[in-house]
């Protein structure tokens, strides 16, 4: 760690505030790695921590271990290049105590969001990286990975994951992560989107236990006729300041939900209206070079294809799009409302959207492992960091302050608390008003380390 000599007295600095923040909000977490991994737990966490706060590569966490105060709390620690690879292949080998670590996270009544996520990787010797198609259109060796998490109303955290060959799509996979994670022998609640729709899947989850929410096509049997106005639908609610009109299907088995959204409407207009009129364009292009080249006798196109370069009745074209603005649910669990249902359905498009931290926060989007073992290893630490991360989301959710804080905002401003080690003992150094102020709001108290040493160990 930085050591400076001032007047002949040594001085020692850390980083504090961040590790703090983190380490406190992850004891949990450090209680079950001790209990699963007796003999690694001190590494594995280590790893964690330094991933969720750094976001760097591997080959920096030697670095950041010996100049934050996580060198202190767990002195000793060899975290070279080398040892890190070893650490991530012995870690690997763990699988079934990983999935132990995991089942943990699984209530007997959850609520589960399933999201894929594919890592790109450039390695030739890993056995799940397969060239497959994803929706960013990498048509490149990838891993799929499927992903559990649990929600509630005012908590969203990860709780299982299953890496599948890269060839392999999501709606596939449901069933053989749900078996996995035993999540198919408890009364949870599955929340999907229509990439894990099938007849099939639905078939298994109807023999087990399970409720399921999921999304379905438009233009499905169940709902043969779409209302033509806002005020035919049976029910309407309020979100996010708009209205949702809503009809309800009931069935013996099931209950279908034809939902409509202005909004929603709008955007898909607009994006229409948009296409056709590049389509308008392209078709006068067309049409004005044939009308020059027949002028000269060089026609170049058939009268069958000149006579079919008319330009679209956008209007016309719209009227017809009586699907516009809606979307369709179906569950098993008929005593949710629409209002419940639907309410439900957009904690998915949250995790969605958050989930984004795994490539954006967290830097788990590529992986340059060469060994099955160590890339096993890998993405158990990026699990425990993205549930780090997820227990300061949540804390930031539980003050009301995620529209004023993000977690990379607490990383940016806490990592600025520092404590220096004077003649043995650790003091802490002055904050800035920025980042009192964000202690404050969300209720963070800094101490030096000589009065708060209980609190981090």
Not at 18 to 36: G, H, M, P
Not at 87 to 97: D, F, K, Q, V
Not at 375 to 386: M, P, Q, T, V
Request: with cysteine; charged share 30%.
């Amino acid at each position: 760690s930085p050591i400076a000599k001032i007047h002949d007295i040594e001085i020692e600095t850390r980083e504090y505030g961040a590790t703090k923040l983190l380490v406190n909000q992850s004891a949990n977490i450090l209680e079950r790695l001790k209990k699963n991994f007796p003999d690694s737990w001190r590494e594995i966490y280590v790893l964690a921590i330094l991933k969720c706060k750094e976001q760097a590569p591997l080959k920096k966490t030697d670095f950041f271990y010996h100049t934050s105060y996580l060198g202190e709390l767990f002195p000793g620690l060899s975290l070279s290049a080398s040892r890190i690879s070893e650490i991530l292949r012995m870690l690997g080998n763990e699988m079934e105590r990983i999935k132990k670590y995991m089942k943990e996270d699984l209530g007997e009544d959850s609520k589960i969001v399933f999201d894929g996520h594919r890592i790109i990787s450039n390695s030739n010797t890993l056995e799940y990286a397969r060239v497959g198609y994803d929706s960013k259109r990498r048509f490149m060796p990838q891993v799929n990975l499927i992903y559990m998490f649990d929600v509630s109303e005012s908590k969203r955290f990860p709780v299982f994951y299953k890496q599948f060959s890269g060839d392999v799509p999501d709606v596939a996979a449901f069933s053989d992560i749900l078996v996995e994670s035993h999540a198919s022998c408890k009364k949870s609640l599955v929340i999907a989107d229509k990439g894990f729709k099938s007849r099939i899947n639905e078939e298994i989850m109807s023999d087990s236990s399970l409720y399921y929410l999921l999304a379905i096509r438009r233009g499905c049997a169940d709902v043969k006729n779409i209302p033509d106005r806002p005020d035919s639908y049976q029910y309407v609610f309020p979100f996010r300041d708009r209205a949702i009109y809503c009809s309800e299907y009931e069935r013996e088995d099931y209950k279908i939900f034809l939902f409509y959204d202005m909004a929603l409407a709008n955007d898909e207009t607009l994006d229409t209206v948009k296409r056709l009129v590049n389509k308008n364009q392209v078709i006068e292009v067309k049409h004005t070079r044939e009308e020059k080249r027949r002028s000269k006798g060089k026609a170049r196109l058939s009268e069958a294809e000149y006579n079919n370069l008319p330009p679209i009745d956008i209007a016309e074209a719209m009227q017809q799009k009586r699907s516009t603005g809606t979307f369709i649910l179906k569950t098993n669990k008929k005593e949710l409302n629409c209002m419940q249902a639907y309410y439900l359905y957009k904690i998915r498009n949250e995790i969605e959207d958050s989930f984004n931290s795994y490539d954006s926060t967290l830097d788990c989007s590529a992986s340059y492992m060469q060994h099955q073992d160590s890339f096993e290893g890998w993405l158990f630490i990026n699990h425990l960091s993205l549930q780090i991360l997820y227990n300061v989301i949540n804390y930031i959710s539980e003050k009301d302050l995620t529209n004023q804080y993000s977690f990379k905002d607490a990383m940016d401003y806490l990592k600025g608390i520092r404590v220096d080690k004077i003649e043995g003992k650790w003091i802490l150094t002055k904050m800035t008003k920025h980042t009192k102020k964000i202690c404050d709001d969300l209720g963070i108290i800094i101490q030096s380390p000589e009065n708060d040493e209980d609190s981090l160990k």
